[in-house]
């Protein structure tokens, strides 16, 4: 079983960048790390997610290339770069881990409020 819990979110003015962090902890490896944000209103949006390899990263069309994904050498920390933020970029944002390929995304943090002002 797996445990995952966010950090690094709060207000922050368009333009600005802001880093998230998840931090994973349990025996379980994971085959897959993701960042999700949820709006008020609207679906849950996939944002960016890395393999364990770290060799395969994916982004929403709505964040490409201004955020960026990426996990520190042990893999229990995932971190969520994000740059030239704007209003648009308000949600709540959830870690969330895939144990294997073929497996959903099943484990899921608490989430993180990001708001961006202009």
């Known amino acids: 079983q797996v445990q995952l819990v966010e950090s690094g979110g709060g207000l922050v003015q368009a333009g600005g960048s802001l880093r998230l962090s998840c931090s994973a902890s349990?025996?379980?490896?994971?085959?897959?790390m993701g960042w999700f944000r949820q709006a008020p209103g609207k679906e849950r949006e996939f944002v960016a997610g890395?393999?364990?390899?770290?060799?395969?990263?994916r982004y929403g069309d709505s964040v490409q290339g201004r955020f960026t994904i990426s996990r520190d050498k042990s893999g229990t920390t995932t971190y969520l770069q994000m740059d030239s933020l704007n209003p648009d970029d308000t949600a709540v944002y959830y870690c969330?881990?895939?144990?294997?390929?073929?497996?959903?995304?099943?484990?899921w943090g608490q989430g993180t409020q990001v708001t961006v002002s202009e």
């Open positions: 349990g025996r379980a490896a994971m085959y897959a």
């Open positions: 890395i393999v364990w390899g770290g060799g395969s990263a």
């Open positions: 969330a881990a895939k144990i294997t390929k073929s497996t959903n995304w099943s484990e």
